[in-house]
């Protein structure tokens, strides 16, 4: 049975499965970091018995059913908690990250407050797609570290982005639920590429249906404390991670953006982003 190793941030995870469904890992972990020679944390083993797919860790299903998308759903939200649960070597920040010329833009926020929206639109002017989910920097470093996988968007940001992407013009290049669409980020930007990038903006999406644009640039001390919100390893860190926080924002513009729709990105949005 073949197996795909994952690595991220110094951790790494094996994932054993039937050569049958070889295209759904491709299509979900070509961008991600693999190291062949890491010794996995964890191992999960996908199994198929007839039109039937499970995923399991040890003894424990953690999905049976015959949706492939809700295989590919649970298995990146399983690949991505065992790389960041016991992590302490940095911040895990539950975040998205663009970059332009080796700088980076991270998008820190909860699920929900339209980082997959944000990022997927700026994928489509020009920027390099990094992560919609979580980012990595290490202890006294401002380099992102992102696991990459195929952008999940949600339903109202399909919508939101059809008049700069049309998904069903690539259906068959993209995997969707009834909740979520995946969409490979070379289908909105084709000369995306993975590189080292360094935050040099920190912009936190505020999606609110029908809300007013709104750009508010944030004070050291707001940014931090927001940020803190977004740390996801903070129980394992020297001090929760409150002085990697405040080392980071101390160093960065941060900025807050509410926003209704894309559409609204333009004039004084675009002038703070790295060119």
């Known amino acids: 049975m073949p197996t795909h190793v994952v690595s991220f941030a110094g951790q790494s995870l094996a994932i054993k499965y039937p050569s049958s469904i070889a295209a759904l890992i491709e299509f979900l972990y070509q961008d991600a970091n693999a190291d062949p020679a890491a010794i996995p944390n964890v191992t999960l083993n996908i199994d198929t018995d007839g039109d039937q797919l499970s995923l399991q860790q040890g003894t424990q299903t953690l999905y049976r059913g015959s949706d492939e998308s809700e295989l590919a759903t649970t298995l990146i939200q399983q690949t991505i908690y065992h790389l960041i649960d016991k992590n302490k070597d940095g911040m895990a920040l539950h975040a998205a990250a663009m970059s332009k010329n080796g700088k980076g833009i991270i998008l820190p926020g909860a699920s929900g407050r339209g980082k997959t929206t944000l ?157």
Request: hydrophobic share 35%.
């Open 119 to 275: 990022s997927t639109w700026l994928a489509t002017k020009g920027y390099n797609y990094l992560t919609d989910e979580y980012v990595f920097i290490g202890e006294n470093t401002n380099i992102i570290q992102a696991f990459s996988r195929p952008p999940n968007v949600k339903v109202k940001g399909i919508d939101a982005l059809d008049s700069y992407f049309d998904i069903n013009a690539h259906e068959d290049q993209t995997i969707r639920s009834s909740q979520v669409a995946m969409i490979p980020p070379r289908l909105l930007n084709p000369n995306s590429k993975k590189e080292e990038a360094v935050v040099s903006l920190i912009v936190f999406p505020n999606y609110k249906e029908g809300a007013e644009y709104e750009l508010e640039k944030l004070s050291k001390a707001r940014a931090g404390l927001t940020l803190m919100e977004c740390l996801v390893n903070a129980r394992n860190l020297n001090g929760h991670g409150f002085s990697e926080a405040t080392r980071l924002v101390r160093d960065t513009p941060a900025y807050l953006l509410t926003y209704s729709s894309v559409n609204q990105l333009s004039g004084q949005f675009q002038e703070i982003l790295p060119r």
